[in-house]
């Protein structure tokens, strides 16, 4: 559907509805008359390049987009005539919709949606006219917060909360097709579902694989499955409808080559195929998948307490150190993000020695092409269900409408994500605690929380050999805070995430990291300046100095801001922009390789450590970041992935006032 054109007009809430608006290129009570707009793509992205709105990114200008959050909004394309077969079934298959409102074909609503993380597919074949017909897709008006603070118990509506502020982007509300849209035809022969896990006998080093699927309307086909490598066939079966349907179906002893993360070994790829063939040899339906082969065991941590969770990742036999970043959507407007902008950051997390992504509760479900491309890379990846903390409460909701709702969006997570290789576990959610505890931080949630059992629960049936966490951090104690040292308390933990901030008094960086007993260390991080060009670029119309909250566009990501602490250490103001920039990106790498260095030096009585955050969604002056707005690495990048390749950085003491 994306070579389609497809035009964008904006209305009053129900406006065009009153008014009977069945083309919005003749609707004269467009607020926002017809422009051009991409498939996918977010409304405010067609905005912008029609000129109506201005870059959110910069100055303050996102102020001047809220609007666009409180108007409905409908796209428009007309569908070509010989795309009509008659006789057969038209399905629209819509990946990502965000986040709620309907499909009308000529006028005429035939079907709705509501939740931005789960795919919708929509019949048209009864609602066609022989030619001339025009498909719509209406969005209402989205719900009005859902950021970074409040209640967790009351966030109720599955929508990307990181798009209404959080410390480290501004607010942009998206709305639009965030995800893939295509229509369908077929004919009544088609294969509904087709999913699969693989594993590794490491006795002799052969793969496992199990696949199985639902073909509808086809008592007298063949489906044909086939595993494949460079075209070269090692296993393939035949089945007829009623024994492909009724079971898991398992291959053993496959001559394959085993997938390893990212420094330690190959990342081969293999194709699984299934195929459905009429009662005259001739092909109806077909499905892909990219598989590997790689077996996973968790061990406990050496010294650990008894009870403690298991943080040793074995794979294929061996102990592997993890080591990498939390990863966050690219853009605030993500239905933008094309797969040169993944290719980009991936590769820079490769390159930077990683093997593991976190991709964070507060964001989304990643897309197909994230996945892809972390097989290929040798990236492991940890998927957050879209659930965090809030603030005043961290707890999920228990209504049964919020368990069903989120038990389907994490059921389809998995059938679509499953088969793929880089796929290590997956979390209940970011941060889920009971908030009463040391520094305002509780004891971690655990499976006694309805919601955590039921999504435990769900893996266990759904995907076996995959690890499930109820939530991260994890285990007795949020924070590893030093009056608990030595005492087995601190297994998954969260922080510190600056060294001027977040540590007790009489303590200073590199002692805090000489004496942390962590099993994990799951977010930690340290803030450092964007580049000059970044800030310049970005600022707009205010001045790039002074950096601190007294600039308003400093002030957009306040929290990461730690232009006083150079005046601390310096006795006086910088001297300039490049000043500033260059010992804060220091200060950054240093605090940084200090950190990974003590915890993969502490292996294996540490099992890794993920940095809070790989890169910057919007053009922070300051922030955690690893990697800039346009994806640039700043000189912690560099720093970092010399300690995860074990090159040898000295330790160095960062003293915190």
Not at 360 to 388: I, N, T, Y
Not at 505 to 515: S, T
Request: aromatic share 12%; net charge negative.
């Amino acid at each position: 559907m994306s070579e389609l054109e497809w035009k964008l007009a904006g209305f009053a809430p129900w406006l065009w509805q009153l008014s009977s608006v069945t083309d919005i290129r003749a609707a004269n009570c467009a607020e926002i008359p017809a422009i051009p707009a991409r498939m996918p793509g977010s409304v405010q992205q067609a905005l912008l390049d029609a000129g109506v709105i201005k870059d959110w990114n910069v100055g303050l200008n996102a102020r001047d987009c809220e609007w666009v959050e409180n108007r409905h909004w409908i796209y428009q394309t007309s569908l070509p005539d010989e795309w009509l077969v008659p006789g057969k079934t038209l399905r629209l298959r819509c990946q990502g919709l965000d986040y709620r409102g309907g499909i009308l074909l000529n006028g005429r609503q035939v079907g709705a949606f509501r939740g931005t993380f789960i795919p919708y597919a929509f019949d048209l074949t009864g609602h066609l006219k022989e030619r001339n017909n025009l498909l719509q897709i209406f969005f209402d008006l989205p719900p009005r917060w859902l950021g970074q603070f409040g209640h967790t118990s009351e966030i109720t509506e599955w929508k990307a909360r990181f798009n209404y502020t959080w410390d480290w982007t501004g607010r942009l509300v998206q709305v639009g097709v965030w995800d893939a849209i295509t229509l369908e035809v077929a004919e009544g022969f088609e294969i509904q579902s087709f999913r699969a896990t693989t594993d590794a006998n490491l006795e002799d080093e052969s793969g496992l694989l199990h696949f199985f699927g639902k073909v509808a309307g086809a008592r007298n086909c063949r489906i044909h499955v086939a595993l494949s490598r460079d075209g070269q066939t090692l296993r393939a079966e035949d089945f007829d409808a009623q024994s492909f349907n009724a079971r898991r179906h398992g291959w053993k002893d496959l001559p394959v080559e085993l997938w390893w993360p990212n420094g330690h070994g190959r990342q081969p790829l293999y194709t699984l195929t299934c195929r459905l063939f009429d009662a005259e040899g001739c092909l109806d339906d077909e499905r892909i998948l990219t598989v590997g082969f790689k077996h996973v065991d968790w061990l406990p941590c050496e010294g650990a307490p008894a009870a403690a969770d298991p943080w040793i990742c074995e794979v294929n036999g061996k102990p592997i150190f993890l080591q990498g970043v939390n990863w966050t959507p690219i853009r605030t407007n993500f239905a933008d993000v094309g797969e040169e902008n993944y290719r980009l950051r991936l590769r820079a997390y490769r390159e930077m020695n990683c093997n593991l992504l976190r991709v964070w509760g507060g964001g989304f479900p990643e897309k197909e092409a994230f996945f892809r491309h972390c097989d290929e890379m040798g990236l492991l990846v940890w998927q957050d269900f879209p659930l965090s903390s809030s603030g005043l409460d961290n707890l999920p909701p228990r209504d049964p409408e919020s368990v069903r709702d989120l038990l389907e969006i994490a059921d389809s997570c998995i059938r679509r994500r499953q088969h793929h290789v880089s796929l290590l576990l997956w979390c209940g959610g970011n941060e889920l605690h009971d908030r009463h505890g040391q520094d305002g931080f509780g004891k971690p949630l655990d499976l006694a929380h309805p919601l955590l059992a039921k999504l435990h629960d769900l893996v266990a049936r759904e995907d076996p050999q995959r690890r499930f966490l109820p939530t991260t951090s994890s285990g007795p104690r949020f924070l590893a805070h030093p009056d608990n040292f030595g005492k087995g308390l601190h297994w998954d933990v969260h922080g510190p995430w600056s060294p001027w901030r977040d540590l007790p008094a009489g303590w200073n960086w590199a002692g805090y990291w000489a004496g942390v007993d962590a099993l994990f260390h799951s977010e930690t991080g340290a803030p450092g300046a964007s580049s000059a060009e970044i800030i310049r670029r970005y600022g707009g119309e205010y001045a790039d100095l002074p950096g601190d909250a007294d600039n308003p566009v400093w002030r957009r990501t306040w929290w990461w801001i730690d232009w006083d602490q150079f005046v601390r250490e310096k006795g006086r103001q910088p001297g300039n922009l490049e000043e500033y920039v260059q010992w804060s990106q220091e200060a950054q790498a240093q605090a940084l390789a200090v950190a990974v260095d003590a915890c993969k030096g502490r292996f294996p009585r540490c099992g890794g450590i993920l940095l809070w955050m790989g890169h910057d969604s919007f053009p922070c002056m300051s922030n955690t970041s690893l990697l800039d707005f346009e994806g640039k690495r700043k000189p912690a990048a560099s720093a970092v992935g010399a300690v995860f390749a074990n090159d040898g950085v000295a330790r160095a003491t960062i003293n915190a006032e």
